[in-house]
């Protein structure tokens, strides 16, 4: 199964609702029920810090057959700066670790800022 890169863009704060598949190549649906899975945002690639991260085990990441969806909530993006950033969402169970997917978000304009609601 190789990582699937899909690239998001949308206005900074808004909610976006994304949605990925636990299967291999052929279609087949994985078991990652006791795994861990993250979706890890980063400014860049080449940075160990992350700006924001979501986790299926702090309920961020909800897991049903062989979907997953995540939320970016309102306050995952309002106060970040516009641009790119790097993601990835990876499973992880015992010393198996696989990325699913991988791309870049892009944060656009607003008019509405946080601090005007």
Request: glycine share 8%; hydrophobic share 30%; no cysteine.
């Amino acid at each position: 199964m190789e990582a699937k890169e899909f690239d998001f863009e949308f206005p900074r704060g808004d909610t976006m609702p994304v949605s990925f598949e636990l299967t291999d190549s052929s279609g087949n649906e994985l078991d990652f029920s006791s795994a861990e899975v993250y979706f890890t945002v980063k400014k860049s690639y080449a940075t160990q810090n992350y700006i924001l991260q979501k986790k299926k085990s702090t309920g961020g990441i909800t897991i049903n057959g062989k979907k997953g969806t995540l939320v970016l909530e309102h306050n995952d993006t309002a106060e970040l700066s516009y641009g790119n950033y790097v993601y990835d969402i990876q499973v992880k169970s015992g010393d198996y670790v696989k990325t699913l997917a991988l791309g870049t978000i892009t944060l656009t304009n607003e008019s509405t800022w946080k601090a005007n609601e």
